[in-house]
């Protein structure tokens, strides 16, 4: 499910100017030489563990435009960030030639960044992404990304993540994926390093408060 590279699927964005990076499922793309210490992630290593009893449930958004939440999404406005593709996008799905891990998964991924006018010019600051789970796929997808070599822990719900900060290893980006019992939310970003993956939990936190229930 995740062996191909993320962004290999955008068209005239792959480029990315500033964002060019190869990534699959919110994976690295090259398997870090050394994985990401505790101190690099935040968080723990820990085993993988059951996935809790639910006590709240994962309302798969319609489109781009409801995957996070609108203070979000005005956060990102005041800095010029707009949802650039994916469905409810300004280019909607037009750019993107090949589906990502999670679009296979039946989710969405939404490409927010700085629109310059022109599409081969685009900036995409962040690749944020939710699939719908079950028992079955959610097993599938933690081997996978366990398997390339992502950091494992839990996070205060006690579902599993998984991610690396960037910057060492040959991974220069920053990823994280969140995998409930019935959802998958991933949040990739253009940068890496410490600020860049607290970011992207902030992120992906949103993804969650926005689509639970």
């Known amino acids: 499910m995740t062996s191909r590279s993320k962004f290999r699927a955008v068209g005239v964005i792959a480029p990315f100017a500033v964002f060019a990076f190869l990534m699959t499922g919110c994976a690295p793309s090259v398997t870090p030489t050394t994985e990401p210490t505790a101190s690099e992630t935040t968080q723990p290593t820990v085993e993988p563990t059951e ?87 959610r097993a599938q997808i933690v081997d996978d990304l366990t398997s390339q070599g992502l950091a494992q822990s839990t996070d205060e719900r006690g579902d599993v993540t998984l991610g690396v900060i960037g910057v060492s290893g040959g991974q220069t980006t920053a990823t994280y994926n969140v995998l409930a019992v019935d959802s998958w939310i991933s949040v990739l970003s253009a940068e890496g390093g410490e600020d860049a993956f607290l970011e992207i939990v902030s992120l992906a936190k949103a993804v969650h408060s926005a689509n639970y229930n």
């Open 51 to 137: 996935a809790p009893e639910p006590t709240e449930f994962f309302s798969m958004p319609d489109d781009c435009t409801g995957i996070l939440p609108a203070k979000q999404v005005n956060k990102f406005a005041a800095d010029g960030i707009i949802l650039l593709a994916g469905p409810g996008g300004k280019y909607g799905n037009e750019l993107i030639t090949e589906p990502t891990p999670e679009m296979d998964a039946g989710g969405i991924s939404c490409y927010f960044g700085v629109d310059n006018e022109d599409p081969t010019l685009l900036t995409v600051v962040a690749l944020v992404s939710a699939a719908p789970l079950d028992a079955t796929t």
